[in-house]
């Protein structure tokens, strides 16, 4: 399969999981595991393109996928809109479910950079966050939307608030 | 956590996946139930037949006056697929209900259908519908309603030799409609049904000439609640001629408490969804 652009080859027992693939044959942990029954979400990745979650899927599922996992998505030493958002709205505070976070918005952004509320809040229905109480991860959101469409950013919340 | 060890087979023809079944072997899809059972050691089959490199099987298809909706077709593909909407709307909406985007991504409808979850969402709209399941072995081809395809909790009518390569869904014709509604365990919509609905409704000349309304989450299965299908049928379809109706949808199904509900609760939900559905079905229709 091809990881964040390069070609990875192993032969793996048929139980791996693809994300303990990730994390423990090529070391990339920004890929996390928070449950056991596949409803937390911060193992999402995006195989051809898609988010699913990686702790759902055999490694051997995605034999010559072409897989993107966080680590991936800076470019040129460039954050993401979405990994931007996160960091100007203050869209997490543990992080653990941040990697899966980002990940399933980013995805939601490169099929509708304009996503209402709704749809925001619809798109990251498979992750969970036990921190946040979600409103700062949908500004964040917002504030990459208008990124991508190359608008300025809604301010912030906590601008204008004494 | 891992899965118990297990021999994995991945064909790329059907005859190939047909060949590997055996007694103590599981057919993939998405993998979307499958695995975290295995994960959670609930079920370690020996052999694991992945289905998902088989050509051909992802395809929603016309065929006279179906819809065939092919073996590896996701959740997502059903729920935005513009064909779907239109001639088997229930379906579409109950896909689109059916857990997250990235189950959506990866789980299958004709999974959904085999699984046989007590609270999905697929099978009280294959009900609805009255979809036609199409399976086969090696010893060939049989077709199953689904009024005979869902026996009991997480059992349909397949056999562990047989895999579910299609089903066939007839298109609503002028005057039809069919809808899918249900109350998620996460609240709204959201996650498995406590209680869901389908209904499925033929309008003529401005009353219900035929209809079949199906619950999921409340009993041990996915049934028909016949009562309230023959209650509204001759009637106009009014919102008091379906609530008259959906007053009886209990009277075929056998209310199960569960963690999510009461009986009383249970029974409660399913009054108010087949109306919801029944509604929403004729609204659709015409
Ligand atoms: C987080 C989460 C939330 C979910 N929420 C919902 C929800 O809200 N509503 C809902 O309805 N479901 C929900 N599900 C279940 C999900 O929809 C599954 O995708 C679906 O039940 C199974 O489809 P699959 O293709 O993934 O099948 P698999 O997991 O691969 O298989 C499931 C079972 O069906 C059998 N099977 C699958 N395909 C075939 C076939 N073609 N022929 C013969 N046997 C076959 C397998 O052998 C296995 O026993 C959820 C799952 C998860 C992980
Ligand atoms: S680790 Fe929780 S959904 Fe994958
Ligand atoms: S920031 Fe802690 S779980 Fe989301």
């Not at chain 1, 911060?42 to 990686?54: E, L, M, N, R, Y």
């Amino acid at each position: 399969m091809t990881v964040n652009g390069q070609e990875v080859t192993a032969d793996v027992e048929p139980r791996t999981l693809l994300v303990h693939f990730l994390r423990e044959n090529l070391r990339l942990t920004g890929t996390h595991v928070g449950c056991e029954t596949g409803y937390c979400g911060a193992c999402t990745i995006h195989v051809d393109g898609q988010p699913v979650k990686s702790c759902t899927m055999l490694a051997a599922q995605a034999d010559g996928a072409s897989v993107t996992t966080i680590e991936g998505l800076a470019q040129n030493g460039e954050l993401h809109p979405v990994q931007e958002g996160f960091w100007e709205r203050h869209g997490l505070q543990c992080g653990f479910c941040t990697p899966g976070m980002i990940m399933s918005a980013a995805a939601l952004l490169a099929e509708n950079d304009n996503p209402s509320e709704d749809q925001i809040r619809h798109g990251i229905e498979g992750n969970l966050c036990r921190c946040t109480g979600y409103h700062n991860i949908v500004r964040a959101v917002e504030y990459a939307g208008a990124k991508v469409r190359g608008e300025e950013p809604p301010a912030p919340d906590w601008e204008g608030a004494s | 956590m891992y899965p118990r060890e297990f021999d994995y087979v991945a064909p790329s023809s059907l005859d190939e996946a047909l060949e590997a079944l055996g007694d103590d072997s599981k057919v993939m899809a998405g993998g979307m139930s499958l695995l975290p059972l295995m994960k959670m050691r609930l079920f370690s089959p020996a052999v694991v037949v992945d289905i998902g490199r088989i050509g051909g099987l992802d395809t929603i298809e016309e065929s006279n006056g179906d819809i065939v909706i092919g073996a590896l077709v996701r959740h997502a593909t059903t729920a935005t697929s513009p064909l779907v909407a239109q001639v088997a709307t229930g379906l579409a909406t109950a896909a689109s209900l059916t857990g997250d985007v990235q189950v959506r991504n990866r789980g299958t409808t004709c999974g959904s259908l085999a699984h046989a979850d007590v609270a999905a969402d697929q099978p009280a709209a294959a009900l609805a519908l009255g979809a036609t399941m199409v399976a086969q072995s090696s010893e060939g081809t049989r077709e199953i309603a689904a009024s005979d395809f869902f026996v009991d909790a997480l059992t349909s009518a397949l056999q562990p030799n047989e895999i579910l390569t299609s089903i066939r869904v007839p298109k609503h014709q002028a005057g039809e409609g069919s809808a899918y509604d249900k109350l998620g365990r996460r609240g709204g919509r959201s996650d498995y049904a406590i209680a869901g609905a389908a209904a499925w409704v033929k309008m003529e000349g401005g009353s219900v000439a035929d209809a079949r309304v199906a619950l999921t989450g409340v009993g041990t299965k996915a049934s028909l609640a016949n009562a309230v299908a023959d209650a509204v049928i001759g009637t106009d379809g009014s919102e008091q001629a379906v609530k008259d109706a959906a007053a009886r949808a209990t009277e075929d199904v056998t209310i199960i408490e569960d963690l999510y509900g009461t009986e009383e609760y249970k029974t409660h939900l399913a009054k108010v969804y087949a109306a919801r559905a029944l509604s929403q079905a004729i609204a659709n229709a015409s």
